[in-house]
Protein backbone atom coordinates (compact mmCIF):
# COMPACT_ATOMS: atom_id res chain seq x y z
CA UNK A 1 0.00 0.00 0.00
CA UNK A 2 0.92 3.57 -1.08
CA UNK A 3 1.90 6.19 1.96
CA UNK A 4 2.00 9.58 1.73
CA UNK A 5 3.71 11.51 4.97
CA UNK A 6 3.60 15.17 5.06
CA UNK A 7 4.93 17.09 8.02
CA UNK A 8 4.62 20.91 8.99
CA UNK A 9 5.92 23.19 11.42
CA UNK A 10 4.05 25.70 12.95
CA UNK A 11 3.35 27.90 16.33
CA UNK A 12 0.02 27.96 16.47
CA UNK A 13 -0.31 25.46 19.73
CA UNK A 14 -1.82 22.15 19.40
CA UNK A 15 -5.56 23.12 19.89
CA UNK A 16 -5.44 25.57 16.87
CA UNK A 17 -3.98 23.45 15.48
CA UNK A 18 -6.30 20.24 15.60
CA UNK A 19 -9.17 22.60 14.78
CA UNK A 20 -7.40 23.37 11.37
CA UNK A 21 -6.87 19.45 10.84
CA UNK A 22 -10.53 18.91 11.81
CA UNK A 23 -11.44 21.84 8.68
CA UNK A 24 -8.88 20.11 5.97
CA UNK A 25 -10.52 16.64 6.92
CA UNK A 26 -14.07 18.37 6.58
CA UNK A 27 -13.35 19.75 3.11
CA UNK A 28 -12.23 16.35 2.23
CA UNK A 29 -15.34 14.67 3.16
CA UNK A 30 -17.22 17.08 1.60
CA UNK A 31 -15.42 16.89 -1.51
CA UNK A 32 -15.03 13.12 -1.72
CA UNK A 33 -17.07 11.30 0.82
CA UNK A 34 -15.56 9.04 3.90
CA UNK A 35 -15.84 9.29 7.33
CA UNK A 36 -14.02 10.98 10.33
CA UNK A 37 -13.50 10.09 14.17
CA UNK A 38 -11.58 12.17 16.24
CA UNK A 39 -8.79 10.71 19.52
CA UNK A 40 -7.44 13.00 21.44
CA UNK A 41 -4.98 15.10 19.10
CA UNK A 42 -5.51 12.69 15.77
CA UNK A 43 -8.44 12.52 13.32
CA UNK A 44 -8.68 8.86 12.17
CA UNK A 45 -9.68 9.14 8.16
CA UNK A 46 -11.20 5.91 6.34
CA UNK A 47 -12.49 6.18 2.28
CA UNK A 48 -14.57 3.59 0.83
CA UNK A 49 -11.54 2.63 -1.74
CA UNK A 50 -9.46 1.35 1.31
CA UNK A 51 -7.75 4.61 2.19
CA UNK A 52 -7.20 5.39 5.46
CA UNK A 53 -5.27 8.72 7.40
CA UNK A 54 -4.58 9.87 10.45
CA UNK A 55 -3.78 13.69 11.34
CA UNK A 56 -1.76 14.04 14.39
CA UNK A 57 -2.21 17.94 16.01
CA UNK A 58 0.89 19.11 18.16
CA UNK A 59 2.02 22.14 19.75
CA UNK A 60 4.87 22.31 17.17
CA UNK A 61 3.43 20.17 14.09
CA UNK A 62 0.70 18.97 11.98
CA UNK A 63 1.53 15.35 11.06
CA UNK A 64 -0.42 13.96 7.67
CA UNK A 65 -0.03 10.36 7.42
CA UNK A 66 -2.12 8.50 4.65
CA UNK A 67 -2.02 4.51 3.16
CA UNK A 68 -3.97 4.68 -0.26
CA UNK A 69 -6.14 2.12 -0.86
CA UNK A 70 -5.36 0.26 -4.22
CA UNK A 71 -7.60 1.85 -6.37
CA UNK A 72 -6.11 5.35 -5.88
CA UNK A 73 -2.28 4.48 -5.36
CA UNK A 74 -1.82 5.84 -8.99
CA UNK A 75 -2.80 9.32 -7.65
CA UNK A 76 0.02 9.29 -4.52
CA UNK A 77 1.78 12.34 -6.36
CA UNK A 78 -1.68 14.12 -6.84
CA UNK A 79 -3.03 13.75 -3.40
CA UNK A 80 0.50 14.80 -1.81
CA UNK A 81 0.24 17.67 -3.58
CA UNK A 82 -3.14 18.40 -2.64
CA UNK A 83 -2.23 17.93 1.17
CA UNK A 84 0.13 20.00 0.88
CA UNK A 85 -1.52 22.93 -0.92
CA UNK A 86 -4.04 22.60 2.27
CA UNK A 87 -1.31 23.01 4.51
CA UNK A 88 0.37 25.87 2.67
CA UNK A 89 -3.31 27.50 2.73
CA UNK A 90 -4.29 26.93 6.78
CA UNK A 91 -0.97 26.78 7.80
CA UNK A 92 1.01 29.29 6.40
Known amino acids: MKEVRV ?3 HQL ?3 ACLEIA ?3 TDGLINRIGGS ?3 DGNTIHYKH ?3 SKGELVATDSALEINVKLGL ?3 SLGKTIEQEINEAC ?3 LG
Open 71 to 73: LVR
Open 48 to 50: ISG
Open 13 to 15: GQQ
Open 7 to 9: RRQ
Open 36 to 38: KSV
Open 22 to 24: DKI
Open 88 to 90: DKH
